[in-house]
């Protein structure tokens, strides 16, 4: 099933993207017609389209084809969810996990859409803290639920491979909201979302 509000990408839309890489590999200094980059416009807007695809899927309709009613009251944890996304200021990637945890109020959702979820916003030009609240306010909007935390660790290239070149470090944000604002509830979380349990 396809939750993409259109299915494919027009066809004029590919060729402009082909047409705006083409442009910077001439403005780079390339040679457009050397045999390893004679297709290279042609792949990279393929590539774009496709990390970029989150703007062609609507959350609420995935959210909302998996709602079941359940009397389950305790936290409902998925961590360690791996995320790839494309820093809005540079258009460098960044990438890591997604830790992600409700409280539920007579509904659950499939476990499988909350890393839909995470795709959704992650396919698109983010920066990492909006991303946070996306995920967040979406489960919150469509569960409404007793309380909604997330929590994501990412390593950033536009730190890691230009400007300040720090490889080894990563950032981490977090949301909460509901029963997760209260201490008690976050600490629990939080130790679990660092544990292995298996």
Same mark, same amino acid.
């Given at each position: 099933m396809s939750y993409s509000k259109n299915e494919t990408y027009s066809v004029a839309t590919t060729q402009n993207i082909q047409e705006s890489i083409k442009n910077i590999l001439v403005n780079v200094g390339?040679?457009?017609?050397?045999?390893?980059?004679?297709?290279?416009?042609?792949?990279a807007a393929k590539?774009?389209?496709?990390l970029t695809q989150g703007y062609e899927m609507d959350a609420d309709q995935i959210m909302q084809s998996a709602l079941f009613s359940e009397k389950y009251n305790e936290m409902v944890i998925v961590k360690d969810i791996e995320l790839y996304s494309m820093c809005e200021h540079h258009m460098l990637p960044f990438?890591?996990?997604?830790?992600?945890?409700?409280? #539920?109020? *007579?509904?659950? =959702?499939?476990?499988?859409?909350?890393?839909?979820i995470v795709d959704v916003?992650?396919?698109?030009? $983010?920066?990492?803290?909006?991303?946070?609240?996306e995920i967040l306010e979406c489960l919150q909007k469509n569960l409404? #639920?007793? *309380?909604?935390? =997330?929590?994501?660790?990412?390593?950033?290239?536009?730190?890691?491979?230009?400007g300040?070149?720090? $490889?080894?470090?990563?950032?981490?944000?977090s949301a909460f909201k509901g029963t997760f604002e209260q201490?008690?509830?976050?600490?629990?979380?939080?130790?679990?979302?660092?544990?292995?349990?298996?």
């Open positions: 390339e040679n457009v017609e050397r045999e390893g980059i004679l297709k290279t416009p042609e792949r590539a774009m389209q496709y990438f890591g996990k997604a830790h992600i945890a409700y409280i #539920p109020s *007579g509904k659950i =959702v499939g476990l499988s859409k909350i890393p839909r916003f992650a396919r698109r030009l $983010q920066v990492q803290e909006r991303l946070t609240l409404n #639920p007793q *309380g909604v935390a =997330v929590v994501i660790e990412a390593r950033h290239m536009c730190m890691m491979m230009r300040i070149q720090k $490889q080894n470090s990563s950032t981490t944000t201490a008690e509830t976050r600490t629990e979380f939080l130790k679990l979302i660092s544990s292995k349990l298996y």
